[in-house]
């Protein structure tokens, strides 16, 4: 009974969460996909002709990144235009729980300009079924008029 509620629990968040998802403005690049977490930040929000998302909102907005990546320690880092917007790793293990989250890294004040991010390493588990887990790998607050770019896992 427990191990059914469990799963039935798992299935509906997984519902949801791909209901946002569809939702979302989203950015795909080799392998990766960025987007924003709140889907309300849509009508503001636009794409940019190097595969990022730029922030033309009156306020921050959450941007999300998620990346297939196989079991164990990655290097990451995110490339930002902006100020005062910063970034963290997320990693989810087995049960889609937030495992392993990394310290805010903060862009620097002041005259807006491109700035890669390094989010330091992230840990990617085994999911139940022997595969990796794909999961969020960083997510960021992202000024308004600031711009997310590629990022990296290796």
């Excluded at 629990?9 to 080799?30: E, R």
């Excluded at 009156?58 to 998620?66: I, K, L, P």
Aim: glycine share 14%; aromatic share 10%.
């Amino acid at each position: 009974m427990r191990f059914f509620i469990k799963g039935y629990l798992v299935s509906m968040l997984a519902g949801v969460i791909s209901l946002v998802a569809n939702q979302a403005l989203a950015v795909t690049g080799p392998g990766a996909t960025m987007k924003n977490s709140f889907p309300q930040d849509n009508s503001c929000l636009s794409t940019s002709s190097f595969g990022g998302i730029i922030n033309n909102c009156t306020y921050s907005v959450q941007v999300v990144g998620t990346l297939q990546l196989s079991p164990g320690s990655h290097p990451t880092s995110v490339r930002l235009y902006g100020s005062n917007s910063w970034c963290q790793t997320v990693s989810i293990n087995g049960v889609g729980n937030g495992a392993s989250i990394g310290s805010q890294v903060y862009t620097t004040s002041g005259p807006k300009d491109w700035q890669t991010l390094n989010l330091g390493n992230l840990y990617v588990y085994d999911g139940p079924d022997g595969n990796s887990e794909t999961g969020t790998l960083f997510r960021c607050s992202l000024e308004a008029g600031g711009i997310i770019g590629n990022f990296t896992a290796k």
